[in-house]
């Protein structure tokens, strides 16, 4: 019989390192490209959802157009124009929000 690779000891060093690397970090600082800030200025800015402390999403209005900044627990952050359907659904959520807030 073989003996086996690694220790218990060296196993259980990998399966937590293996853990870590599946957590989320935290939020990295929010860097707007200036191509996307551009087309979104800050002051065209509507609404931001968080999730836990992973994932934010920042929605920009600037009247013809709605636009989402994306934030991820892996340092990664995009920017993307939403299709007619999603621009509609922010939309109508953000004025609901101002609504409830008034």
């Known amino acids: 019989m073989k003996p086996p690779l690694f220790t218990e000891a060296e196993e259980r060093a990998f399966s937590e390192a293996l853990a870590a690397l599946d957590q989320p970090r935290k939020l990295p600082e929010i860097n707007i490209s200036p191509a996307f800030r551009e087309r979104f200025p800050e002051a065209s800015e509507i609404d931001r959802e968080q999730h836990g402390e992973h994932e934010m ?37 953000c004025r609901q929000e101002e609504q409830a807030d008034a």
């Open 57 to 93: 999403h920042i929605y920009f209005d600037n009247g013809r157009e709605v636009g989402c900044w994306s934030l991820y627990g892996n340092g990664s952050q995009e920017g993307e124009i939403l299709s007619g359907a999603e621009a509609t659904a922010v939309r109508r959520s």
